[in-house]
């Protein structure tokens, strides 16, 4: 696609459901990232993926976090046992590197998650 | 640890005034640093990427320098407009990371 495509765009959820996003990078872009933003804060890095090599799961901030990219394309974050301090906007970004160093990122509009 | 600061975290400004954001990091190993802008609700998007090589890059409006020797990167902004208005983010990739590390945010409203 020309863009990073996410979705959903919004997500409310009950605490303790199961979500799952989703993010489709830019054709071509072997770098995937997942960042979250909360509320007032900064980006937190979460995983990346760089072609077949294994993720970087660095910064998932419990084992609830998981994420997977099938086919070196569209990418899963699921998030199991939701938790109000999940509540963040879920940003996946994707990169046309080759390098162990980041190359221009390009964001797609993110995934608006609330846990009530 | 690598750390990435913007200041001011909030500015005010009238419609066309040159301003000078500001970004600073705590590691000389920069790979590259991208600037990128945020509106409220929405997803970044990348305004301008110096490579380490590089003292700056410009893109109409908009020109960003980088100094490695002092960890500091500037984003200028001539002639703002309102629609400048929102947030922007400096991200610095460091060798031999996969991730870039973002600063705060620099919010500015430019109000006409």
């Known amino acids: 696609g020309a863009g990073v495509s996410q979705s959903p765009s919004n997500k409310v959820t009950e605490k303790g459901k199961d979500v799952e996003l989703r993010c489709d990078p830019i054709?071509?872009?072997?770098?995937l990232y997942w960042y979250r933003q909360s509320l007032g804060q900064g980006l937190e890095f979460l995983i990346y993926?760089?072609?077949?090599?294994?993720?970087?799961k660095s910064g998932l901030p419990s084992d609830r976090f998981s994420a997977e990219r099938t086919g070196g394309s569209v990418s899963t974050l699921t998030i199991q046992r939701t938790q109000q301090e999940d509540s963040a906007v879920y940003l996946c970004?994707?990169?046309?590197?080759?390098?162990?160093?980041?190359?221009?990122?390009?964001f797609g509009e993110g995934s608006r998650l609330t846990v009530l | 640890k690598q750390e990435v600061t913007q200041i001011p975290a909030a500015l005010s400004v009238p419609e066309g005034e040159n301003l000078v954001l500001n970004c600073s990091f705590t590691d000389s190993a920069i790979y590259n640093l991208q600037w990128f802008r945020q509106d409220p609700g929405k997803g970044l998007t990348s305004l301008l990427l110096i490579q380490s090589s590089q003292r700056e890059q410009t893109s109409g409006r908009l020109n960003a320098s980088l100094d490695k020797s002092s960890g500091r990167s500037t984003l200028y902004i001539a002639a703002s407009q309102p629609g400048d208005s929102a947030t922007y983010l400096c991200a610095v990739g460091f060798y031999n990371t996969d991730k870039l590390i973002f600063g705060t945010g620099t919010r500015l409203q430019v109000f006409p």
């Open positions: 054709s071509g872009h072997t770098a």
């Open positions: 993926f760089q072609g077949n090599s294994a993720p970087d």
């Open positions: 970004a994707s990169s046309l590197t080759a390098r162990r160093s980041p190359g221009e990122l390009f």
